[in-house]
């Protein structure tokens, strides 16, 4: 690692330190002697891996380059990206996509559709989002249209955890069963750390611990980076305090909620929304609702202790 790699490391996690912190008290030093950790520069963000399973490194190694190659799909910044070639292809009829594009605006769509337009990945600058209703999905030809003229699509609310649960995959595929995956401050836990029930997720400025298995946990804020959440209602930044942290089964639904959450406020959450969502402000938790019940579990809470 170079010195200038490092550096950025220890200043990007200080600054994002404040979304999630997955920690644990490990148990024998023998249970943890196949254990890696790695981190790689990758959709802007850091994404670090700690993998417990025969050849761990190598495996975290293939996990990066499947988070790489989604970002070559996914990227609204890469002009070579599927994703842009698509964006160019407004107004002028359906286009064949990959599994993984047709996928997420797939999940995309269903968040869109659950919290009444406040998730909406259809982008405008300064103005309200055209509306993913103007994207239409062709489930047999795994085709897509953008039904407007100048109508972009922009992942970013939902893009890294999706990339998150094709990590896990690749993980699963190479022997790997227990895992933590910190991307850019979402996290998704893969079964339990050895000698241990579950990994402990920090939600940092408050005294919450989450214990999870086999989950992701995505948390929105505007603390980090004012104004970047945006209601596409409106077009304007979603003027809120606090946070809102989600915990799901996959990480493109923990993703994509917990930006809708933050949106709505919890208290115009959709009536349906079962599982675990936590409103934070202040340190203070405001409300938890429960809902989503085939994508979200409920979780054990503790103290953390000072």
């Given at each position: 690692?170079?010195?200038?790699?490092?550096r950025?490391?220890?200043?990007?996690?200080?600054?994002?330190?404040?979304?999630l912190a997955?920690?644990?008290?490990?148990?024998?030093?023998?249970?943890?002697?196949?254990?890696?950790?790695?981190?790689?520069?990758?959709?802007?963000?850091?994404c670090e891996?700690?993998?417990?399973?025969?050849?761990?490194?190598?495996?975290?190694?293939?996990?990066f380059?499947e988070?790489?190659?989604?970002?070559?799909?996914?990227?609204?910044?890469?002009?070579?990206?599927?994703?842009?070639?698509?964006?160019?292809?407004?107004?002028?009829?359906?286009?064949?996509?990959?599994?993984?594009?047709?996928?997420?605006?797939?999940?995309?769509?269903?968040?869109?559709?659950f919290?009444?337009?406040a998730?909406?990945?259809t982008?405008?600058?300064?103005?309200?989002?055209?509306?993913?209703?103007?994207?239409?999905l062709?489930?047999?030809?795994?085709?897509?249209?953008?039904?407007?003229?100048?109508?972009?699509?922009?992942?970013?609310?939902?893009?890294?955890?999706?990339?998150?649960?094709?990590a896990?995959?690749?993980?699963?595929?190479?022997?790997?069963?227990?895992?933590?995956?910190?991307?850019?401050?979402?996290?998704?836990?893969?079964?339990?750390?050895?000698?241990?029930k579950?990994?402990?997720?920090?939600?940092?400025g408050?005294?919450?611990?989450?214990?999870?298995?086999?989950?992701s946990?995505?948390?929105?804020?505007?603390?980090?980076?004012?104004?970047?959440?945006?209601?596409?209602?409106?077009?304007?930044?979603?003027?809120?305090?606090?946070?809102?942290?989600?915990?799901?089964?996959?990480?493109?639904?923990?993703?994509?909620?917990?930006?809708?959450?933050?949106?709505?406020?919890?208290?115009?959450?959709?009536?349906?929304?079962?599982?675990?969502?936590?409103?934070?402000?202040?340190?203070?938790?405001?409300?938890?609702?429960r809902?989503?019940?085939?994508?979200?579990?409920?979780?054990?809470?503790?103290?953390?202790?000072?």
């Amino acid at each position: 690692m170079t010195p200038f790699f490092a550096r950025y490391l220890k200043c990007h996690f200080n600054r994002s330190a404040w979304l999630l912190a997955a920690f644990f008290l490990p148990g024998p030093g023998a249970a943890w002697a196949d254990t890696a950790t790695r981190a790689r520069f990758l959709m802007g963000t850091v994404c670090e891996i700690t993998a417990h399973g025969p050849d761990a490194g190598r495996a975290i190694e293939a996990a990066f380059d499947e988070i790489a190659r989604l970002e070559q799909t996914m990227s609204l910044f890469k002009e070579d990206s599927e994703l842009s070639a698509l964006n160019r292809r407004s107004a002028m009829g359906p286009t064949r996509c990959s599994t993984d594009l047709f996928e997420i605006l797939h999940v995309a769509n269903e968040v869109h559709r659950f919290s009444q337009g406040a998730f909406d990945p259809t982008v405008s600058a300064g103005r309200p989002a055209p509306g993913f209703s103007k994207v239409r999905l062709h489930e047999n030809e795994r085709s897509v249209e953008l039904a407007e003229p100048r109508l972009r699509i922009s992942l970013d609310g939902i893009g890294k955890g999706y990339a998150l649960d094709a990590a896990a995959r690749v993980l699963a595929r190479k022997g790997v069963r227990s895992a933590i995956l910190n991307f850019g401050g979402q996290v998704l836990a893969v079964g339990t750390p050895p000698g241990l029930k579950a990994w402990e997720v920090a939600v940092a400025g408050t005294a919450i611990v989450l214990k999870v298995r086999d989950r992701s946990v995505s948390t929105s804020s505007q603390e980090e980076q004012a104004g970047h959440i945006l209601d596409p209602r409106t077009g304007k930044p979603a003027a809120r305090p606090g946070a809102v942290t989600v915990i799901a089964s996959d990480g493109a639904r923990a993703d994509a909620w917990s930006t809708a959450l933050f949106v709505l406020g919890v208290d115009r959450a959709p009536a349906a929304f079962t599982g675990c969502a936590f409103h934070f402000q202040g340190g203070k938790v405001l409300a938890k609702t429960r809902g989503c019940a085939p994508y979200f579990a409920d979780q054990t809470t503790q103290e953390r202790k000072p």
